[in-house]
């Protein structure tokens, strides 16, 4: 298995085009199978999730095509509402085919998804808000049937503003009878660019951007084409692999709006950002300055997805402090890798204690999972001496190609097999 070896030391320079996002991509992927007919998506990550998400469309009988960037969806026929094992554990998104499905043919069987090890991700919440719709539930073959005789509107409460169980609902509601209102519901900007481009194929959706949707059912979606907007999580991993490293680096496509959190936390360490239509542009001259406390929190607040990438940066800033994850209980597991490099990193139970400068010295290292993983790399690139990290193919399933992108950037870094 490939891992990626990083000689550390080098500043990151240049200019970085950000991929297509990974997390917009794949609901919306989901909810191609509600159009009998051909969707166009643009700016699609090259990446394994994205290509396990066509492999369970191809598997329920869309025909899904490759062009260049564009992937072009035909889900005129619907064969089958199963969906395999081997892919639905793969990854967590495969559940979100769950609302997509039921919507279409009111019918899925499918397995507890899989995904990225960072804790407990149960989906009872997707489970009691699609019942609310009237979806019944029994367990067979060691997975579950999800049937409608008829999907209805509702008002349904979230109890947690959960992104997937957001996702699962809007797409179970577009074709659902009558008005589907989901309040307590997510509002990060995967949510408001599946809004978008289910509107643009024909579906009503009030309350775009707020915390409460309002759908009102429609007989049937049209074709559409679709550009998927800058993964705004790429995007704030290569800023804060500047702030680790340090260097100068213009992120090409990054949308400033969407990372506003992780763009205050680091201008109150110290680094220079301006941002534009174009993109991002981050500076790091000199040692960084360590805010005395972060906490993750859902949109807008800060995101768990960087919360690993942050605590490199942390690791390499001045000062101390408390990093407290508040959305999945294990990402801290990862600490455990970050120590054997040297970053003296404190875990008491949701909480991460940093106190930085540290110097970091490359050893091996195993990626875990996906975010970690690619902090790990980060880790790296301002260790000293060589850092392997093994298990590639965790980051792969959402960084198009992390070794191109920061070798572009002047990282001494490379593939070894
Ligand atoms: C999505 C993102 C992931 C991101 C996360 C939070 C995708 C493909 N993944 O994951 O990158 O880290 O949002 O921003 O878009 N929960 C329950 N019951 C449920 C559903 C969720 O208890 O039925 C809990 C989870 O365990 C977690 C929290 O709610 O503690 C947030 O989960 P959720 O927002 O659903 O995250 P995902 O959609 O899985």
């Known amino acids: 298995m490939d891992c990626i070896q990083i000689q550390g030391g080098c500043p990151l320079r240049g200019e970085v085009r950000i991929q297509g996002s990974k997390n917009a991509v794949l ?58 094992a081997e892919y639905v554990t793969r990854m967590r998104s495969s559940v979100i085919l769950a609302g997509a499905m ?9 397995y507890y998804p899989g995904g990225c090890v960072i804790g407990d991700r149960p989906i009872d919440m997707h489970i009691s808000a699609l019942e609310q719709m009237g979806v019944q539930f029994t367990e067979e073959d060691g997975g579950l049937r999800a ?4 999907l209805c509107g509702t008002k349904i409460d979230l109890p947690f503003p959960s992104v997937g169980a957001t996702e699962n609902v809007l797409l179970a509601a577009v074709l659902a009878r009558g008005v589907t209102k989901i309040c307590g519901c997510a509002t990060e900007p995967e949510i408001v660019a599946l809004c978008r481009f289910l509107q643009g194929a024909g579906a009503r959706i009030g309350g775009v951007g707020t915390d409460c949707l ?49 763009l205050q936390v ?56 408390k990093l407290t994850e508040t959305i999945f209980n294990g990402r801290l597991r990862m600490v455990g890798e970050l120590n054997r490099m040297g970053a003296g990193i404190r875990v008491t139970g949701d909480s991460a204690y940093v106190c930085g400068p540290q110097k970091l010295i490359g050893c091996r290292v195993s990626a875990r999972e996906l975010r970690g993983g690619a902090a790990l790399v980060l880790a790296g690139l301002c260790a000293q001496g060589s850092t392997e990290v093994s298990n590639r193919q965790f980051i792969d399933r959402g960084y198009e190609d992390i070794v191109r992108d920061l070798r572009d950037l002047g990282a001494n870094i490379g593939v070894k097999t």
């Open 27 to 84: 609901p919306i992927l989901a909810a191609c199978v509600l159009v009998p007919g051909v969707t166009v998506l643009k700016n699609c990550p090259d990446i394994s999730d994205v290509a396990c998400m066509c492999q369970l469309l191809r598997h329920v009988g869309a025909r899904v095509d490759k062009q260049r960037d564009a992937l072009i969806v035909d889900a005129s026929a619907i064969t089958s509402c199963h969906l395999p």
């Open 102 to 110: 039921l919507g279409r043919c009111r019918e899925i069987h499918l």
């Open 147 to 150: 049937r409608a005789v008829s």
């Open 214 to 262: 309002t759908v009102e059912g429609v007989p049937r979606l049209s074709e559409s084409c679709c550009l998927v907007e800058a993964d705004r999580i790429v995007a704030g991993t290569y800023l804060l692999g500047v702030l680790s490293a340090g260097g100068d680096v213009f992120l090409r496509s990054a949308l400033p709006g969407q990372l506003e959190s992780v």
């Open 266 to 321: 680091a201008r109150r360490m110290g680094a220079q950002i301006s941002a534009c239509r174009d993109g991002i542009r981050v500076e790091r001259k000199g040692l960084l300055a360590s805010p005395a406390e972060i906490r993750t929190a859902v949109y807008p607040g800060f995101p768990t997805d960087l919360q690993s990438p942050m605590l490199v940066a942390l690791s390499q800033a001045q000062g101390a402090c």
